[in-house]
């Protein structure tokens, strides 16, 4: 969808189109789309601040493909931006059950259970971050600002 916008010399490169006008451009132009370009319409309609459009999107692209693990991850985020952190953790879970080797989808789940004031859980996948990308910097001020938390409650 991407190329055929830029044939018809659209070429929403920055400041052309926000990610919720291109998200609305694919929609009016090619009105139903398989999981991949809803998913790529969700991320647009998340990053424009559009989450009840971006959930629609995605649900659209989930429901297409079950087994696609960056629309649950996306589903995840547009929950997280509407601090409904119980239901990000459910979508974060499903996207790390199909592709487990993904640190970023750990890492928005302990950011998502630290919304739920769940840091030992947070605590955990912070860990798993790092055993995947031990270079990940905020994973690893997360992961020892909660082990100092962790150890001084436990005292």
Known sequence: ALAYGRKLGRGWGPGELSGGEQAKYLRRSFGTFPEADNAMIGNGYLQAGH???????LNNAIRH??????AYFLMGMARSC??????AIGHYSQAIALR??????YFCRARAFEGMRQPRHAFEDYARVLMLEPEHEGARIRWRQLRDQLEQATR
């Open 65 to 70: 493909d079950p087994t696609f693990a960056k």
């Open 51 to 57: 989450s009840d459009e971006a959930i629609e999107a």
């Open 82 to 87: 509407r601090d409904e952190y119980g239901l």
């Open 100 to 105: 487990p080797e993904k640190a970023g989808y």
